[in-house]
């Protein structure tokens, strides 16, 4: 079992950064991949970045790349994704979730969520 909480979540006006925490509970988050999705409203959960179990391998949504990094500290047991030049369409609730997978990129292979923190970017 894995407990994830997010933080870092908040407004911030466009061209401006944030940096999202998730937490983990549990002595096995280093077995499990970790991926960061977002929902917009009226908008389904849409992938954003995924790193594997050892943080040697990451992954993004093409609408993210060159902006957002994710990275993970297995001694904390926290993922995060730092985010960049943010605009109006990256404004969501952002999840983080846990997987024991290699298709990092793939909702339905995530067996653990968080409850989500709300990025709001403003013009």
């Known amino acids: 079992q894995v407990q994830l909480v997010e933080s870092g979540g908040g407004l911030v006006q466009a061209g401006g950064s944030l940096r999202l925490s998730c937490a983990a509970s549990?002595?096995?988050?280093?077995?499990?991949?970790m991926g960061w999705f977002r929902q917009a409203p009226g908008k389904g959960r849409e992938f954003v970045a995924g790193?594997?179990?050892?943080?040697?391998?990451?992954f993004y949504a093409d609408s993210v790349k060159g902006r957002f990094t994710i990275s993970r500290d297995n001694a904390k047991n926290t993922v995060y994704l730092q985010m960049h030049s943010l605009n109006p369409e990256d404004t969501a609730v952002y999840y983080c979730?846990?997987?024991?997978?290699?298709?990092?990129?793939?909702?339905?292979?995530?067996?653990?969520w968080g409850q989500g923190t709300q990025v709001t970017v403003s013009l």
């Open positions: 979730a846990a997987a024991r997978t290699r298709r990092v990129g793939v909702l339905n292979e995530y067996d653990y």
């Open positions: 549990g002595r096995t988050f280093s077995s499990y991949a």
């Open positions: 790193v594997s179990w050892s943080g040697g391998s990451t």
